[in-house]
């Protein structure tokens, strides 16, 4: 396979570069690639998340053909929350500190202590950076069963930490189907709010309540029908892919006879 079905090197600069995977991307702000052109010319790539790598030698041609080296993946992610995951949930603690004044600043309405929302206050980074983080437990929106984990890197001012990306949820499980809670399931009764992202959903709860975030447009467009809500509330992240998902779950619920409405919530990234 050519390279530059890859990383089109002749792109780069002397330095260190982040850009999308091309293997696992899920997103056009998903930059866990890293991209390093030395010197000399000579370059490297590493996903940090898939462990797709790929190198370069100016003199074998920019478009010598250099089969990339990708770390053989599972058949399935897992379908549950592995060890790690749960300790880390464990370590967890109720939002305090900088989260409070995270979503604070972001004009969230601040979720109950019982929901799927947690904080860290010296969580690691890939890169090795640490520093407090806001922790979500993704489950499975009809089994509740707890699958992974999403985690964002927050400062108190409203700003993600500067480091890339600010937002990761666990490798190697499952995300397809996954919700995060922000109420709790007693909270539920017969009417629901859902978002994508977390503060996407906690600037919506200033209208509706209960809500949850679904994490991506991917998750938005095939939420499932739950027994018992008749009226789903949806606020749509005002880009094609919100959009597009917005307009198949709005099909879905309709189409079985449940009353849907839609809101767009102006928020900061």
């Keep these: 396979m050519s390279l530059a079905n890859f990383v089109v090197w ?7 570069h982040r850009i999308a995977c091309p293997v696992c991307a899920r997103g056009r702000g998903d930059r866990t690639l890293g991209v390093t052109i030395e010197h000399d010319g000579n370059g490297v790539a590493h996903c940090f998340r898939c462990d797709f790598t790929e190198s370069f030698r100016p ?10 080296r990708i770390k053989a993946a599972a058949p399935t ?7 790690y995951g749960r300790d880390l949930w464990c370590d967890c ?6 989260a409070l004044a995270y979503l604070d600043a972001r004009r969230c309405r601040m979720p109950p202590v019982d929901g799927d929302l947690r904080s860290h206050p010296s969580l690691k980074h890939p890169t ?8 979500a437990l993704v489950t499975d929106a009809l089994t509740r069963e707890p699958i992974s984990l999403h985690r964002t890197w927050i400062c108190a001012d409203g700003r993600k930490a ?3 990306p600010p937002r990761l949820l666990l490798g190697g499980h499952r995300k397809q189907g996954g919700v995060i ?4 399931d007693e909270a ?3 009417g629901l709010g859902i978002a994508e992202g977390i503060e996407t959903a906690l600037s919506f709860a200033w209208a509706h309540t209960p809500v949850w975030s679904l994490i991506d447009a991917g998750n938005l467009a095939a939420f499932p029908l739950l027994p018992a809500i008749e009226s789903l509330g949806i606020s749509v992240d005002d880009d094609a892919a919100g959009l597009a998902a917005a307009r198949k779950c709005v099909q879905r619920w309709a189409n079985a006879g449940r009353e849907v409405t839609l809101a767009k919530v102006t928020h900061g990234t």
């Design 59 to 68: 003199e074998r041609g920019a478009n010598c053909a250099i089969t990339p």
């Design 10 to 16: 002749a792109d780069f600069p002397t330095g260190k």
């Design 128 to 135: 090795g950076y640490v520093g407090p983080a806001l922790v």
């Design 93 to 98: 603690r109720a939002l305090s500190g900088v």
């Design 188 to 190: 539920v009764t017969v």
């Design 77 to 83: 992610a897992k379908q549950d929350l592995s060890d």
């Design 162 to 164: 500067e480091v890339d």
């Design 181 to 184: 809670r922000l109420w709790p």
